[in-house]
């Protein structure tokens, strides 16, 4: 084998490994949705921009014990959303991820991709909202992942059932929910 073959043959082995890694990883997470729905309604961007609250969430490791977490969406110059998550620690220590995001359904605005490392996406799909978009359902395909947000960062119990009620009613095993707790 000559020296082109050996490294091709290494970026493949590296790939792999890779590959594999995102597969253990992912398998770690149950699936809270055997049958994730397609989006409810279309999304308005210009109305789905601006600060968020999370309600709930399947907890995850990248969110682990956080609480107070808020998702700010804005439009950039490039015609991509800047996404900065931010969350509490149990310690008291402020976490903030920054990323962007891309509407990859143009039709109806509710599906995006997500990304905070480099040029790997994650499905973000606004599965459900309110007409004044006062709160929104977001999952993704494979049913690991969802988060119930509210404008409102104390939108009050009945908001918080309804919106849990309205997961339930969609699919989702709403008993793996953690109620975010917002300061």
Excluded at 33 to 45: D, H
Excluded at 109 to 120: C, D, I
Aim: aromatic share 10%.
């Amino acid at each position: 084998m000559n020296r082109t073959s050996i490294a091709a043959l290494g970026a493949i082995v590296l790939l792999g490994t890779a590959l594999g890694g995102c597969a253990t990883l992912f398998s770690k997470h149950p699936v809270g949705n055997q049958a994730v729905p397609q989006p409810a309604k279309p999304v308005e961007l210009s109305r789905y921009l601006g600060r968020w609250y999370e309600v709930a969430r399947y907890e995850r490791g990248f969110q682990k014990d956080c609480d107070g977490v808020s998702a700010d969406y804005a439009l950039r110059d490039d015609g991509m959303i800047a996404v900065i998550n931010t969350c509490r620690k149990p310690d008291g220590a402020i976490k903030q991820a920054k990323g962007k995001a891309k509407v990859v359904d143009t039709a109806t605005g509710a599906k995006l991709k997500v990304s905070f490392f480099g040029p790997f996406y994650g499905d973000y799909w606004v599965l459900d909202h309110a007409d004044d978009y006062s709160w929104a359902i977001v999952g993704e395909g494979s049913g690991r992942y969802l988060w119930l947000l509210s404008r409102d960062a104390s939108p009050g119990q009945a908001r918080i059932d309804a919106m849990i009620a309205r997961a339930g009613a969609m699919g989702y095993d709403t008993a793996m929910l953690r109620i975010t707790k917002q300061p």
